[in-house]
């Protein structure tokens, strides 16, 4: 493909329609999540794309429409809501904005670190901000939802019941992790009711439109186009995407920011949602994994969109 660079505002609809039609190469690259049996179900051969630009307005390509598990995606959900009612200073006594140079569910840094997560967007750190949420937020699983259904423009949002008691019956190494949390005193709360809420919002069911226009915000300054509220301050929003940039995809995290250069955030369930600040949000799915447990198909787009675009924040 060869298309003139630097589009600023909107993408060629063409270029959209034949990355959808390009995506169908990778399909039968990686494999599907089997740890959460839940999702071991999914029908692997799928791609989808939806970018929202700072006016609100998306466009999509491919299966945009077809929801699936966010997973750790959540965790950017659960950062942002943590941010907006806990005190910061207290919140970053308690985690780390360090990336891990490891596996997402990995146990190894906590013993070294006395139950201090390296950052927010690892399986541990994203625990003790559950942890903080469930102490300050009454209804928490309520208030999750809500947050989702407001500013991503979609009132029909819900948890997947489902993938998230196939996870909570198979989540033993977060059990593992959320206690060994515990017990340096990082975990305030009862461990189960932790995971439990964990396992909820991973298992929360969107479509790609649905999370570029939720994360709309991060593009914006800290505003949304969608429910016109501010829901974090420019300074915050900056600071998020610089975690997304440097910890979301774990142990690929530089090669990403290297190959894309987006800050972004990766789940499971095959979606990356990425941000380029001042322009747009861009949410991309496809299920079917790589060894760190990240999109292959995503992940792949996300080049394309940035060669296509002929530039990236850094
Ligand atoms: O806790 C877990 O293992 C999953 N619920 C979430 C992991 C995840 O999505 C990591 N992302 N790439």
Same mark, same amino acid.
């Given at each position: 493909?060869?298309?003139?660079? *630097? ?28 740890? /959460? ?13 939806? /970018? ?34 806990? $005190? ?36 541990? &750190? !994203?625990?003790?901000?559950? $942890?903080?949420?469930?102490?300050? /937020? ?17 009132? %029909?949002?819900? @948890?997947?019941?489902?993938? !998230? ?12 992790? !959320? ?5 340096? &005193?990082? /975990? ?9 809420? @964990? ?33 974090? %301050? ?15 995809? @774990? $142990?690929?995290?530089? +090669? @990403? ?28 799915? *496809? ?5 760190? &447990? ?17 530039? +990236?924040?850094?």
């Amino acid at each position: 493909m060869s298309y003139p660079r *630097s589009h600023i505002g909107y993408i060629e609809e063409d270029f959209l329609a034949q990355l959808a039609e390009e995506a169908r190469t990778k399909f039968g690259v990686g494999k599907v999540a089997d740890y /959460i049996p839940a999702l071991a179900e999914v029908e692997p051969d799928q791609f989808g794309m939806a /970018i929202c630009h700072r006016d609100g307005r998306v466009q999509s390509c491919g299966d945009a429409l077809v929801p699936f598990s966010i997973q750790s995606i959540s965790k950017v959900i659960s950062l942002v809501i943590a941010m907006r009612h806990a $005190d910061e200073f207290g919140l970053w006594q308690r985690l780390r904005q360090e990336p891990s140079g490891m596996p997402f569910s990995s146990l190894i840094q906590l013993e070294r670190e006395e139950g201090i997560p390296r950052n927010p967007f690892v399986n541990a &750190g !994203a625990l003790v901000i559950v $942890d903080i949420l469930v102490e300050k /937020i009454f209804l928490i699983l309520h208030h999750m939802r809500e947050f989702v259904r407001e500013h991503s423009g979609n009132r %029909s949002i819900n @948890y997947d019941a489902r993938v !998230a008691e196939s996870e909570l019956r198979n989540t033993s190494r977060n059990a593992a992790i !959320a206690h060994l949390i515990k017990s340096f &005193g990082n /975990i305030h709360g009862d461990v189960n009711r932790v995971l439990e809420v @964990y396992c909820h919002f991973c298992a929360l069911g969107m479509n790609c439109v649905d999370l570029a226009r939720l994360f709309s915000f991060l593009a914006s300054a800290g505003h949304s186009p969608i429910s016109s509220q501010q829901l974090l %301050s420019a300074d915050q929003a900056r600071e998020v995407n610089g975690m997304m940039l440097t910890c979301g995809l @774990y $142990d690929a995290s530089g +090669s @990403y920011a290297a190959q894309v250069g987006l800050p972004a955030k990766s789940g499971v369930g095959g979606g990356i949602v990425a941000v380029l600040p001042g322009e747009f949000t861009v949410c991309a799915w *496809s299920p079917r994994l790589d060894a760190n &447990g990240n999109s292959v198909g995503a992940r792949w787009a996300l080049e394309k969109l940035v060669d296509y675009l002929g530039r +990236s924040p850094l």
